[in-house]
């Protein structure tokens, strides 16, 4: 058993937020939804690609299928933290995710080439559960998925980091007096706010024009989106309940093809150009 989940498949649907949208969504998740036990967290992703950047242009071409890998940690991780290496497939409108929770220094390591069995027993996080969930049998398959993957687009590089603060919504208990029973159990609902971003190609390109070594840690990002907007992204395994539809209806959220990566890059080109 692993102490996170390791696999995902739902649908998850974006919605780009002014902040009267996010205050009438807000409203709308009281007494229903109540922020989770892990309050707001910043969420660090690191994006891997091809030297061309194959992947994200091609995922902007919204292909009926698309896949991507990156790293993920929630702040910005030391070598010992635990960071998740994802990966991210979508197919008609259904993401399905699948990951391995290891150190970063193993993560780092596993993406650098080593095999992720020696990267987890060289660089093993501290808490033995934790260690040991890095190197189940289901975190091996895993980890033989990402290999595939890895092998298809070799080689790859890290490409693009994007960074967010983010507040999770997840339903509140079923079965108390005054609770709502309109909620499914499968809902989650995220806001995510000071979307900033990191473009890993041009500093690399920079600190080799300088003669400096090529950074290797977390720099100074950019922003995203304006201040007061906010991603608010809806994840259900089934249908949206009518309560929900009603409120999105309400304040006029519709849905976004909002790519947190693809803006990034988009952004980067808009800056080089």
């Known amino acids: 058993m692993t102490s996170y989940q390791e696999a995902f498949e739902r649908k998850e649907v974006k919605y780009r937020l002014d902040a009267a949208q996010r205050s009438a969504m807000l409203t709308a998740l009281e007494g229903r939804m109540a922020v989770d036990d892990y309050g707001t967290t910043s969420i660090v992703s690191r994006y891997f690609d091809t030297p061309d950047r194959a992947?994200?242009?091609?995922?902007?071409?919204?292909?009926?299928?698309?896949?991507?890998?990156?790293?993920?940690?929630?702040?910005?991780?030391?070598?010992?933290?635990?960071?998740?290496?994802?990966?991210k497939k979508k197919y008609q409108g259904i993401v399905y995710k699948r990951r391995v929770g290891c150190s970063y220094a193993?993560?780092?390591?596993?993406?650098?080439?080593?095999?992720?069995?020696?990267?987890?027993?060289?660089?093993?996080?501290?808490?033995?559960?934790l260690a040991g969930a890095s190197l189940s049998p289901r975190s091996l398959q895993i980890a033989r998925e990402i290999d595939a993957f890895k092998e298809r687009y070799t080689p790859l590089r890290a490409s693009m980091v994007t960074?967010?603060?983010?507040?999770?919504?997840?339903?509140?208990?079923?079965?108390g007096e005054g609770e709502a029973t309109d909620v499914?159990?499968?809902?989650?609902?995220t806001f995510d706010e000071?979307?900033?971003?990191?473009?890993?190609?041009?500093?690399a390109l920079t600190a080799r024009a300088s003669h400096r070594r090529s950074p290797v840690g977390f720099g100074m990002p950019?922003?995203?989106?304006?201040?007061?907007?906010?991603?608010m992204e809806v994840k259900c395994a089934g249908p949206f309940p009518l309560w929900l539809v009603d409120a999105l209806d309400g304040c006029e959220a519709y849905p976004?093809?909002?790519?947190?990566?693809?803006?990034?890059?988009?952004?980067?080109?808009?800056?080089a150009s």
């Open 222 to 231: 950019r922003p995203l989106l304006p201040a007061d907007e906010a991603i």
């Open 184 to 189: 499914p159990s499968t809902l989650r609902i």
């Open 256 to 271: 976004s093809s909002f790519s947190k990566y693809g803006a990034a890059y988009q952004a980067s080109m808009r800056k």
């Open 55 to 87: 992947l994200i242009e091609r995922s902007l071409d919204k292909p009926l299928y698309k896949e991507k890998l990156r790293v993920r940690s929630y702040g910005i991780p030391g070598e010992d933290d635990q960071v998740f290496v994802e990966l």
């Open 106 to 129: 193993a993560a780092r390591a596993y993406m650098g080439g080593m095999p992720y069995e020696q990267a987890c027993c060289e660089f093993s996080l501290p808490d033995p559960i």
């Open 194 to 203: 000071n979307v900033a971003y990191r473009d890993l190609f041009e500093e």
């Open 163 to 175: 960074i967010c603060d983010r507040t999770a919504y997840a339903p509140l208990a079923i079965g």
